[in-house]
């Protein structure tokens, strides 16, 4: 599932379970964007975006896949992140 609001002067989008994991990665590009990543036994589990919603796609598809991104948390929260960025089995779309 996912809800998103534009009630705020910036985008918002929750999808999954974005509290529950046993690790999370996160970032800050600006004052207007943020994105964190809640992960559980080395896949997504949930998130939360603000700002740019963009990659919410590529995301739930790692969640719904359940990519193991175990050693990669870094580069899904690269501000240009593209699924072509992980290696093995998440690359293969």
Same mark, same amino acid.
Do not use: C, N
């Given at each position: 599932?996912?809800? #998103?609001?534009?009630?705020?002067?910036?985008?918002?989008? #929750?999808?999954?379970?974005?509290?529950?994991?046993? @690790?999370?990665? +996160? $970032?800050?590009?600006?004052?207007?964007?943020?994105?964190?990543?809640? %992960?559980?036994?080395?896949? %997504?589990?949930?998130?939360?975006? %603000?700002?740019?919603? #963009?990659?919410?796609?590529?995301?739930?598809?790692?969640?719904? +896949?359940?990519? @193991? &991104? #175990?050693?990669?948390?870094? %580069?899904? &929260?690269?501000?240009?992140?593209?699924? @072509?960025?992980? +290696?093995? $089995? $998440? $690359?293969?779309?």
């Amino acid at each position: 599932s996912s809800y #998103s609001i534009t009630h705020f002067d910036f985008p918002f989008l #929750s999808f999954g379970h974005p509290t529950l994991g046993d @690790d999370h990665v +996160e $970032a800050k590009y600006s004052d207007t964007e943020w994105r964190r990543l809640a %992960i559980k036994d080395g896949k %997504i589990v949930g998130g939360v975006l %603000i700002g740019d919603l #963009s990659p919410q796609t590529k995301y739930k598809k790692l969640m719904r +896949e359940q990519v @193991d &991104v #175990s050693g990669q948390k870094e %580069i899904l &929260v690269k501000q240009d992140f593209q699924l @072509d960025d992980l +290696e093995g $089995a $998440a $690359a293969e779309q």
